[in-house]
């Protein structure tokens, strides 16, 4: 089957993100680096992307100083978290369910809801919804400016349409982790979430608690996603609980991406006070992508404006809960009254656990025993 052809002989396919990296191993060296363009394949670049032979549009970059830089780059965790499918124009979309009620977690792009729902056959269709944006700069800032705002201006747009992708990521996230708590095909029910005290800071036995959960659904769950001030509770871990090594990198200049068994992954997106405890995308959900991200020019030549239409066709589904708990930092120390967690009866061969409550000091071995969650997660700040 074909893509569709739209105005121009134009066709708007997906894309899988590793075909991005492909390409670009293409053109590297034996040192894995493209050789930079030269002032010549600058100037021809500039000369398509700004060429307007309707309007009679012409501009040539006059420099190639780049702004100072206000932030950081945004990186998107949607790829990394669930498994990006490309989907072919015109089928349709649906998963198998193989879990024990066939239950799944969409995001309705429509309502801002996510449905929860029992579908028989164990099977469930997906519906796509659109992520947009529409940059657009003045005329005269082309010619006054020396930076290439065209650039500029698309690539902020880019990393709005990733966070864009991965607000909504969260939201599907939390869903599934409080719902997934009270299923009766749940191996530990109510434990979903290890709560820490006194908004005290992420410890090495908060984090092996929250994944003996996913062990005893037999599921391993070694990837952690958090904010970005969350994360710089790892470089406050005790000397006696990483031990030298660890603690001479992070004074040479390295950054903690991993550890023990745990992959780290932080975004500002993430809410903050909140960790979530992940499996392998294959373990997870799918990212159906219809057309990966497809940018249009949009004039509003009365206003003096050059503009871009910037927008993608997608969808998210969780189609295996059981890999997802968290860790939630509260401001009180208050301990609730504990419920029996596990269901001997139904699932004879699993131990009880327990769900386990830190206040801010605690970093031995010996925490105090505490509550599970009857909604399975608590509510978060951020």
Do not use: C
Not at 171 to 187: E, K, M, S
Not at 219 to 225: N, Q
Request: hydrophobic share 40%; net charge negative.
């Amino acid at each position: 089957m074909t893509a569709p052809v739209l105005a121009g002989g134009m066709y708007r396919t997906a894309k899988k993100s590793d075909d991005y990296v492909a390409e670009y191993l293409k053109h590297a060296d034996a040192q894995g680096n493209v050789p930079k363009p030269t002032t010549a394949q600058k100037t021809a670049r500039m000369e398509k992307i700004m060429s307007d032979r309707v309007a009679g549009f012409h501009r040539l970059g006059v420099g190639m100083i780049g702004p100072i830089q206000l932030k950081l780059r945004y990186e998107g965790m949607v790829r990394n978290v669930l498994l990006e499918d490309p989907i072919t124009p015109g089928t349709e979309t649906v998963y198998d369910i193989i879990d024990d009620l066939g239950q799944a977690y969409l995001l309705s792009g429509h309502d801002g809801e996510v449905r929860v729902t029992p579908f028989e056959g164990k099977r469930t269709r997906v519906d796509f919804f659109r992520i947009a944006s529409r940059p657009a700069i003045r005329k005269e800032d082309l010619y006054q400016l020396k930076v290439n705002m065209v650039e500029h201006a698309q690539d902020e747009s880019k990393q709005a349409i990733l966070k864009q992708e991965d607000s909504r990521l969260m939201i599907l996230l939390q869903a599934a982790l409080t719902a997934y708590a009270t299923r009766p095909d749940n191996p530990t029910p109510g434990a979903q979430t290890v709560v820490i005290g006194d908004n005290g800071p992420i410890s090495p036995a908060a984090l092996y608690t929250a994944v003996t959960m996913t062990d005893l659904r037999e599921i391993e769950s070694a990837r952690l996603l958090m904010n970005v001030a969350d994360y710089r509770d790892f470089y406050l871990f005790p000397q006696a609980e990483t031990g030298w090594a660890m603690k001479d990198r992070v004074v040479a200049g390295q950054k903690i991406t991993t550890f023990g068994e745990f992959q780290i992954q932080r975004s500002v997106m993430v809410p903050r006070n909140t960790v979530y405890l992940l499996p392998e995308p294959e373990f997870l959900g799918v990212f159906p992508v219809l057309y990966s991200l497809d940018v249009e020019e949009n004039n509003n030549v009365e206003e003096f404006y050059r503009g871009w239409v910037m927008d993608e066709f997608v969808s998210m589904a969780i189609l295996n809960p059981r890999g997802i708990a968290s860790i939630t930092k509260v401001a009180n120390q208050t301990i609730l009254s504990p419920v029996p967690l596990g269901n001997p009866t139904a699932y004879p061969l699993y131990s009880q656990p327990i769900n386990q409550y830190y206040t801010s000091t605690s970093t031995e071995a010996a925490p105090v025993v505490a509550p599970g969650l009857p909604s399975g997660a608590v509510t978060h700040s951020g």
